[in-house]
């Protein structure tokens, strides 16, 4: 519970500092316009999920209403990269490092990461923002 809680309270500061004008976090054009529109597209309707890899080193933030899951190193606060991920909303880590277990509402699982979206695999369950790694 409180590590769940740290890397909530650490994904709202890289989410603070990143959107603050002329913060050093946001150094290169390219960079700030790939953040601002990941944000605006995520924060507008709101998280539903956050989780840190099983290494700690990178944080997932799962927007349901907005359809996407941001991936931010942990370390450099700094935004990774996004993927579509339609009504899902829980988010957990998995036994590989950067890469989590994403589930959705419409019945289906899949890892995903700072690489993409894994190929979706049908369940006959509705899952819901709850997922956690059984280790």
């Known amino acids: 519970m409180i590590y769940r809680l740290a890397s909530t309270l650490t994904l709202a500061l890289m989410l603070l500092v990143l959107s603050l004008p002329g913060s050093k976090a946001r150094a290169d054009a390219d960079h700030t316009a790939i953040v601002k529109a990941a944000l605006t597209r995520v924060i507008q309707p709101g998280y539903g999920a956050f989780a840190a890899d099983s290494e700690g080193s990178v944080v ?13 190193d942990a370390t450099a606060r700094r ?3 996004a993927c579509n991920a339609r009504d899902g909303c829980g988010l957990a ?22 690489d993409g979206l894994g190929p979706r695999q049908a369940t006959r369950y509705h899952w819901d923002n709850h997922a956690i790694l059984v280790r």
């Not at 997932?60 to 931010?72: D, H």
């Not at 590989?96 to 019945?107: H, I, K, M, P």
């Open 60 to 72: 997932g933030a799962y927007a349901p209403r907005g359809g996407v899951v941001t991936y931010w």
């Open 79 to 81: 935004f990774l990269g």
């Open 93 to 114: 880590p998995t036994h590989r490092g950067a890469t989590f277990l994403l589930t959705s509402g419409e019945g289906w699982l899949a890892s995903g990461g700072t």
